[in-house]
């Protein structure tokens, strides 16, 4: 039971940092008929998009989104956002699967048993682990002028 919470509290903060596989871009959010955007509960994060909203401050306030310039929960329209996913365990891929796992033991290591030879072994197959997590992620991005810096686009 404790490793199963480390495992989901490490695979959580893994996914706030947020990556190509839990990422989504221009993501539209659609009023409910109250005019309420609900954010889902695996929304880790929202991020409206200013290209499409500015001058108005979108932010989310506990479970919707809040326009702080029009100091109201109403929205009319659609609005477009960066999102950042909490995706279950078996749907990650499987550098991220291994990272979080190897990262869960050695702070369940450090929880239960307390060793400071197995924190010093877990700590170097963690940073070996993220090290391929971030390969991963920098092969997969496919980064380029136009999406590293997105103002080029206009």
């Given amino acids: ?10 695979s959580r903060a893994v996914q706030t940092e947020g ?15 109250d005019g309420h955007i609900v954010v889902p509960d695996n929304y880790i994060r929202v991020n409206p998009d200013p290209r ?10 506990g479970s919707k ?8 929960y109403t929205f009319e ?11 279950p365990f ?10 979080i796992t190897v ?11 307390g060793s400071d030879t197995l924190h010093s072994f877990g700590q170097m197959d963690e ?8 390969d991963q992620e920098g092969s997969t991005k496919q980064h380029n002028i136009l999406n590293v810096f997105p103002e080029v686009r206009r």
Wanted: hydrophobic share 40%; aromatic share 12%; proline share 4%.
């Fill in 52 to 61: 499409y909203h500015l001058p108005r401050k979108i932010t989310r306030r």
């Fill in 77 to 87: 329209d659609k609005v477009t956002a960066t999102i950042t996913l909490f995706l």
């Fill in 127 to 134: 940073v070996r682990a993220r090290a391929v997590l971030v």
């Fill in 65 to 72: 989104l809040y326009d702080r310039t029009a100091h109201t």
């Fill in 1 to 10: 039971m404790a490793a199963q919470q480390i495992i989901r509290r490490v």
């Fill in 103 to 113: 990262r869960a033991g050695r702070e369940f290591q450090d929880d239960y048993v």
């Fill in 19 to 33: 990556w190509q596989f839990n990422v989504e871009d221009e993501f539209e959010l659609t009023p409910d008929v």
């Fill in 90 to 99: 078996d749907e990650l891929p499987e550098t991220a699967r291994y990272y």
